[in-house]
């Protein structure tokens, strides 16, 4: 069983809206980095967006800047990826990873390598 849960994925209009879900499985995410990372048919992953747990500090891939937005619910013990306006080439399989965060505080959505837990993803399709 994977460490990590991933839900709220779909099948949604251009334009349309989503957002993603990410909670731990048998652990807290306490002190974890969280990023999202995304990988389309035929193509590598690729980062989307991360939050640290202190602060906390949040960085976007320059592809979703303005659209996405990522936010984690301490009590709930949840990272959200809230996904607005969203574009045919958003499709792809959505995963967040968790690290154990630095000191001080960083997360980095430009290496998937950085992250050793991973969940199962969930698929996100933006068709008419």
């Known amino acids: 069983q994977l460490p990590l849960v991933e839900s709220g994925g779909g099948l949604v209009q251009p334009g349309g809206s989503l957002r993603l879900s990410c909670t731990a499985s048998?652990?807290?995410?306490?002190?974890?980095?969280i990023g999202w990372f995304r990988q389309a048919p035929g193509k590598e992953r690729e980062g989307v967006s991360c939050?640290?747990?202190?602060?906390?500090?949040?960085l976007y891939a320059d592809s979703v800047k303005g659209r996405f937005s990522i936010s984690r619910d301490k009590i709930q013990k949840t990272v959200f990826l809230q996904m607005n306006n969203l574009k045919p080439e958003d499709t792809g399989v959505y995963y967040c990873?968790?690290?154990?965060?630095?000191?001080?505080?960083?997360?980095?959505?430009?290496?998937?390598?950085?992250?050793?837990?991973w969940g199962q993803g969930t698929q996100v399709t933006v068709s008419s």
């Open positions: 990873g968790a690290v154990g965060e630095p000191v001080p505080a960083m997360c980095t959505v430009a290496d998937d390598g950085r992250y050793p837990y």
């Open positions: 048998g652990f807290s995410l306490d002190y974890f980095a």
């Open positions: 939050i640290t747990y202190r602060g906390p500090l949040t």
